[in-house]
């Protein structure tokens, strides 16, 4: 079992910036960002399974980076140039499998999510 704790979330202008972490209770190989809009199916942000990570959701490149500090079980998303249509519930998952960013329901790890809402 592998308990996920999100934080960072918050309300911010377009534009501006914001920088999540998921903090694990172990070690797990592989764990990824995700994100669910209000009436929207959950969309893949990017994983990364130990140090390697997969290509971003085309529309994020350039202004998402996902990174992960294996000495302190923890993942990041720094977030930038925010524009309103990112505000969504993001969540953390992970798996002892990397299975991308088509496949939500595969991921067995879910934390509780953190909320980001950017306004125009």
């Known amino acids: 079992q592998v308990h996920l704790v999100e934080s960072g979330g918050g309300s911010v202008q377009s534009g501006g910036s914001l920088r999540l972490s998921c903090a694990a209770s172990r070690y797990i190989y592989a764990m990824g960002w995700f994100r669910q809009a209000p009436s929207k199916e959950r969309e893949g942000i990017a994983t990364v399974a130990n140090d390697r990570s997969t290509p971003y959701a085309d529309s994020l490149k350039g202004r998402f980076t996902i990174s992960r500090d294996n000495a302190k079980n923890t993942l990041y998303l720094q977030m930038n140039s925010l524009k309103p249509e990112d505000t969504a519930m993001y969540y953390c998952?992970?798996?002892?499998?990397?299975?991308?960013?088509?496949?939500?329901?595969?991921?067995?790890?879910w934390g509780q999510g953190t909320q980001v809402t950017v306004s125009a």
């Open positions: 998952a992970a798996d002892d499998w990397d299975y991308g960013l088509e496949a939500p329901t595969r991921w067995r790890y």
